[in-house]
């Protein structure tokens, strides 16, 4: 626990900005996803916690990966990602009341979002430490980055059970 408060306290601009970029780009998709209108096919598919848990896991591991494309890789799968969502979205508003389209959402939203988020803006990291790098005559310390990245992987693992449980349990139900 005390890893965790003392990566709390030393969170950085870097690290902000991360957010900020992984939090635009899902923001911006979404609204262009929304504003389309693709049809979509209702398919009767059934999951498992597991299944779900792996999913959510494998894109993760892409975003985390995303560190050696310089984030360029998170940027295309968030956009996608969150086009898709978004045009979802605007599907379901057409055919489900709002309280059922939030329910759907919301349970394990709470924990799958920020899975999200945390995975995508790792990958930003070596573009904006390269960024501060430049722009700075401080020293980085690399080495409070590789915990960071240790740290948020283990977070985004039990970020990813909590989601499937909940999404199978709750929100599927």
């Known amino acids: 626990m005390n890893i965790v408060m003392q ?33 979509y096919e ?3 598919i059934s999951f498992n916690i597991w299944d779900i848990f792996v999913n959510n896991t494998i894109i993760s591991l892409i975003f985390f990966a995303g560190i050696l494309s310089f984030g360029f890789v998170n940027i295309g799968i ?20 709002l309280g059922e389209i939030l329910w759907n959402i919301i349970p394990h939203g709470v924990f799958e979002i920020p899975s999200l988020l945390i995975s995508t803006s790792v990958g930003f990291l070596p573009i904006l430490l390269l960024i501060k790098k430049a722009h700075s005559k401080k020293k980085i310390n690399y080495r409070f980055y590789l915990k960071y990245i240790g740290l948020a992987f283990v977070l985004v693992l039990l970020l990813n059970i909590a989601a499937a449980v909940v999404e199978i349990t709750i929100t599927m139900k």
């Open 7 to 39: 990566s709390v306290k030393k969170i950085d601009n870097v690290l902000i900005f991360s957010y900020v970029i992984a939090l635009m780009i899902y923001v911006i998709s979404y609204i262009a996803g929304y504003s389309m209108d693709i049809p």
């Open 42 to 44: 209702e398919a009767d």
């Open 78 to 97: 968030a956009g996608i990602n969150g086009f898709s969502i978004g045009s979802l979205m605007s599907y379901s508003s057409e055919n489900l009341a």
